[in-house]
């Protein structure tokens, strides 16, 4: 074994440098150290051996040092790290205020016009539905083709929205149809008074056309059914020419029984047979106007029976007794409506005092 003689490092016998310190080995021979510097070698071995210790256990304190510094660092390091990984898996009752609040008010911030775009759109729709719902109905109503179907659309069109512009579309729809009555009394929607002021004016629309065609019973006849809801036949521009053209038409006729004749020479009405007018009612305006005794006057009792349930015939009362049926079975304007049954309270203020009239003028 050998020992380099500077740092006292073990070498190897064959070294001929130090592995430690560089220091380039001088061999020395055997014979001469041998005898002479046994004891010398000894010590100065026993000195190396010494500070090689001494060295080692430097070296080892050194590493110890190191590796302890070493370790501190890892340790800081692995705290730090310790402390950021707690950080991010703390739990839920460690997490701060400060990002709930955030939470809260970017929830807030994204809800509150949410909520208030839905309030303004149900607010829009809840007062406009009324008339989004009459645009839908109007616009559908141009589209039908049948009366029906029209007739459908405008009434639920009127619902939403009360106005002329559709009841001015009705009239439009049924001027020229033949069950205009029936139809328009039909809607639902519709009010009484404007049921009545379109059945008027078509009725009065029909009869100008009949005047103009010289077709004056028809036209009668249309204004006997406006008659019915509260048009005054004597009031129409044109009645007078209706009157004599009945009259002119009817010339030269055959008399029919003359059973319900006028008895005197200046009665209310032409002095002819009562007969005589296909058309015609004895009283026209026995429904519109309150009669007097003086007009009344040149009728017989019979005549005055015919007057009488000629009121109850305009509401289609269904005779089974005779001259009643025959007579009024005859009439173009008379239509059996077997749901009346004559009762004074389903009759107007005017009817009712006219029938009181004729049947106190009865008894006379």
């Not at 440098?17 to 100065?44: A, H, P, R, V, W």
């Not at 719902?133 to 459908?152: D, G, R």
């Amino acid at each position: 074994m050998k020992f380099c003689n500077k740092c006292g490092a073990k070498l190897s016998d064959n070294a001929k440098f130090c592995n430690k310190c560089g220091t380039k080995l001088i061999e020395k021979e055997k014979d001469k150290n041998e005898t002479k510097n046994t004891k010398d070698t000894s010590i100065e071995t026993n000195d190396n051996i010494e500070k090689l210790e001494n060295i080692e256990e430097t070296n080892t304190v050194f590493e110890e040092v190191s590796k302890t510094e070493i370790n501190e660092d890892n340790f800081k390091k692995e705290i730090i790290q310790t402390e950021e990984i707690e950080e991010v898996f703390e739990t839920p009752s460690e997490i701060s205020e400060e990002p709930k609040k955030k939470s809260k008010k970017k929830a807030l911030f994204i809800a509150v016009p949410i909520i208030l775009l839905i309030i303004g759109l149900g607010t829009f729709l809840f007062f406009s539905k009324d008339d989004l719902l009459y645009n839908h109905y109007l616009n559908s109503a141009a589209e039908e083709h049948s009366t029906s179907e029209k007739l459908y659309d405008y009434n639920k069109a009127l619902k939403y929205n009360y106005n002329n512009t559709v009841i001015d579309d009705i009239y439009n729809l049924l001027k020229d149809d033949a069950y205009f009555e029936t139809e328009i009394n039909s809607l639902s929607n519709l009010q009484d008074k404007d049921k009545s002021n379109l059945i008027i004016k078509i009725c009065l629309n029909n009869a100008d056309k009949d005047c103009d065609s010289k077709n004056y019973d028809s036209a009668l006849k249309s204004l006997t059914l406006a008659s019915k809801y509260g048009y005054k036949i004597k009031s129409y521009p044109k009645f007078d020419e209706i009157q004599k053209g009945l009259e002119g038409a009817n010339l030269g006729s055959d008399k029919l029984d003359s059973k319900y004749s006028f008895k005197n020479n200046n009665p209310s009405k032409d002095p002819k047979d009562i007969y005589k007018y296909s058309g015609d009612y004895i009283i026209y305006n026995s429904d519109t106007d309150y009669i007097t005794p003086e007009e009344l006057s040149g009728y017989n009792k019979d005549s005055l029976a015919l007057i009488r349930n000629e009121i109850y015939a305009r509401h289609g009362y269904v005779f089974n007794q005779e001259p009643f049926k025959s007579y009024f079975n005859s009439k173009s304007w008379y239509q059996p409506n077997p749901s009346f049954k004559g009762n004074d309270s389903d009759l107007n203020e005017y009817e009712k005092a006219n029938v009181d009239l004729i049947k106190k003028l009865e008894n006379k």
